[in-house]
């Protein structure tokens, strides 16, 4: 195939792939094995460096679409070939390419496709049990997680892991507390010594006064609590309804 025909058979690939019309999986299967032949063809896929913006645009949109019909074909070895190439244009790419809309949402569908397949790897479940423990809020389980990781390269992302964590709690005792004592915080840190602590809050700018961190000003938290009301009367009213609808329940 050469470049008008890729193009014409990319176009109308993208009709049917769009259209859903009656055996559109079965002819949308039909052109992505053309079209897989005719990228190699035309020099598309990004090895040698020659192919332009725009051919990479198109090949890309062709995998892309080629990903998102094994998913409805339910054909797993072929998404993950996709995927597989889709990689370089999302990674090696990243530079040279406009952002595609599509690709956080069939990088997610990979690492499902993981879970769903290997649920009781160690090497799938710990960054899924790290994800809920995120989710949940429980940073403490992050921390205790450091050195139970189920290889050593694992670490590197750990750390960056746990730095972001960090960030997280800070950010919560910045709005939440006027002062928190050194100790206190490096214990809520998970650091190992006062002095990493010290140095840690340091580059984020904490004044460290007589063993003591001060956070906010008494008249800093005042207009905080006056700009974000907390409507307790409101509260409680949902309070008090959900316990009645419960005892109707019951």
């Given at each position: 195939?050469?470049?008008?025909?890729?193009?014409?058979?990319?176009?109308?690939?993208?009709?049917?792939?769009?259209?859903?019309?009656?055996?559109?999986?079965?002819?949308?299967?039909?052109?992505?094995?053309?079209?897989?032949?005719?990228?190699?063809?035309?020099?598309?896929?990004?090895?040698?460096?020659?192919?332009?913006?725009?051919?990479l645009l198109i090949a890309r949109d062709i995998l892309e679409i080629g990903a998102?019909?094994?998913?409805?074909?339910?054909?797993?070895?072929?998404?993950?070939?996709?995927?597989?190439?889709?990689?370089?244009?999302?990674?090696?790419?990243?530079?040279?390419?406009?952002?595609?809309?599509?690709?956080?949402?069939?990088?997610?569908?990979?690492?499902?496709?993981?879970l769903a397949q290997n649920r009781a790897n160690i090497h799938i479940s710990?960054?899924?049990?790290?994800e809920q423990f995120l989710m949940e809020g429980s940073y403490n389980k992050i921390f205790l997680s450091k050195d139970d990781v189920p290889a050593a390269s694992y670490t590197f992302f750990m750390d960056i892991l746990l730095d972001t964590v960090r960030g997280e709690i800070c950010s919560c005792a910045e709005k939440t507390y006027e002062k928190i004592s050194a100790s206190e915080m490096a214990r809520m840190l998970y650091f190992d010594s006062m002095r990493a602590a010290e140095a840690y809050l340091a580059k984020r700018g904490?004044?460290?006064?007589?063993?003591?961190?001060?956070?906010?000003?008494?008249?800093?938290?005042?207009?905080?609590?006056?700009?974000?009301?907390?409507?307790?009367?409101t509260f409680a009213t949902k309070a008090i309804e959900y316990a009645r609808e419960m005892e109707q329940i019951v």
């Amino acid at each position: 195939m050469n470049l008008d025909e890729v193009v014409s058979c990319y176009q109308l690939l993208m009709k049917e792939w769009n259209s859903k019309g009656p055996d559109y999986i079965e002819k949308c299967g039909v052109l992505l094995n053309k079209l897989k032949i005719g990228l190699t063809h035309c020099a598309f896929l990004p090895t040698t460096g020659t192919a332009n913006k725009k051919e990479l645009l198109i090949a890309r949109d062709i995998l892309e679409i080629g990903a998102q019909w094994s998913c409805t074909a339910r054909d797993i070895p072929s998404f993950e070939r996709y995927l597989a190439m889709l990689k370089t244009y999302y990674m090696d790419y990243k530079n040279e390419l406009p952002e595609s809309s599509y690709r956080f949402q069939l990088l997610g569908l990979n690492l499902l496709c993981l879970l769903a397949q290997n649920r009781a790897n160690i090497h799938i479940s710990h960054p899924v049990a790290m994800e809920q423990f995120l989710m949940e809020g429980s940073y403490n389980k992050i921390f205790l997680s450091k050195d139970d990781v189920p290889a050593a390269s694992y670490t590197f992302f750990m750390d960056i892991l746990l730095d972001t964590v960090r960030g997280e709690i800070c950010s919560c005792a910045e709005k939440t507390y006027e002062k928190i004592s050194a100790s206190e915080m490096a214990r809520m840190l998970y650091f190992d010594s006062m002095r990493a602590a010290e140095a840690y809050l340091a580059k984020r700018g904490w004044t460290l006064q007589g063993g003591v961190y001060i956070l906010m000003k008494p008249k800093d938290r005042k207009s905080v609590l006056e700009c974000n009301p907390i409507p307790a009367g409101t509260f409680a009213t949902k309070a008090i309804e959900y316990a009645r609808e419960m005892e109707q329940i019951v």
